[in-house]
Nanobody
Framework: VQLQASGGGLVQAGGSLRVSCAASQTLNTMGWYRQRPGEERELVAIIDYAGPKRYADSVKGRFTISRDNRKNTVYLQMDNLEPEDTAVYYC???????????WGQGTLVTVSS
């Protein structure tokens, strides 16, 4: 399984960005984690194939996760970005059939104040 992430970049506080991640096959759970400098990787948002979603408290109301199952792609729309959102964002996927987790390459999101 391959996960190809795209998007990210530099934005001013209050701005928006969208990151995308395409998987090479259908996976039940897809989403995003992030790792801020000096910190451990943390959950941002995940979404199941049928639609249930989970968000970190810190991004609720600002970030929206969605997926296009026909394209095996997950999107993370990030609005009202804050400098604290600066991190490397990693695409994540899980196969409930194989009970395996997969990670894509990180994409850097930088929010300037």
């Amino acid at each position: 399984v391959q996960l190809q992430a795209s998007g990210g970049g530099l934005v001013q506080a209050g701005g928006s960005l969208r990151v995308s991640c395409a998987a090479s096959q259908t996976l039940n759970t897809m989403g995003w984690y992030r790792q801020r400098p000096g910190e451990e990787r943390e959950l941002v948002a995940i979404i199941d194939y049928a639609g249930p979603k989970r968000y970190a408290d810190s991004v609720k109301g600002r970030f929206t996760i969605s997926r296009d199952n026909r394209k095996n792609t997950v999107y993370l729309q990030m609005d009202n970005l804050e400098p604290e959102d600066t991190a490397v964002y990693y695409c994540y996927a899980k196969s409930t059939v194989l009970l395996r987790e997969y990670w894509g390459q990180g994409t850097l999101v930088t929010v300037s104040s």
